[in-house]
């Protein structure tokens, strides 16, 4: 498929995806928020404040040491954080968390938007998201963290 935009198309592409945890609200706000928590699914290192305008740091190596500032947060419903030093297929993009009770459970509407092309870059970032979603899932629900290395 090829990645140029044609006049039907959109100026920019997002990856959405949505998957049902087993857990409370305020437990999926935790694990997608805090620091502490976010390096036991996501980046090797991480630092920040889950406040708006709050600047985050995700290091994953030394090379891809990443920032992000909060640019939306209710707390135990959205979390969302516009990249503002990154790769530069990223730079211009957010990501966020949409939080739903459903039944004591939490639905997770994640989305990634703002991507200026749907690049390779692009479709490797939807796998791995989906990938790390299921780590997330995992960690909240059973508490399993998986080794940073083996994470896609």
């Not at 995700?58 to 030093?85: A, C």
Request: proline share 5%; aromatic share 14%.
């Amino acid at each position: 498929m090829d990645s140029k935009k044609t006049q039907d198309e959109p100026a920019n592409f997002g990856i959405y995806h949505d998957l049902l945890i087993n857990a409370p609200l305020q437990k999926v706000f935790q694990a997608i928020s805090a620091p502490e928590h976010l390096i036991n699914w996501w980046p090797q290192k991480c630092s920040g404040t889950p406040e708006l305008g709050k600047e985050y740091n995700f290091q994953f190596t030394e090379k891809y040491d990443w920032y992000g500032r909060v640019s939306r947060i209710l707390p135990d419903q959205s979390f969302h954080v516009r990249m503002t030093k990154s790769d530069e297929d990223w730079n211009s993009t957010a990501f966020g968390f949409e939080l739903e009770e459903q039944n004591e459970n939490t639905v997770v509407h994640f989305t990634h938007l703002d991507w200026s092309e749907r690049n390779a870059h692009f479709r490797i970032a939807s796998f791995c998201w989906a990938m790390l979603l299921k780590g997330l899932k995992d960690y909240v629900e059973k508490g399993i963290i998986v080794p940073f290395e083996n994470r896609s």
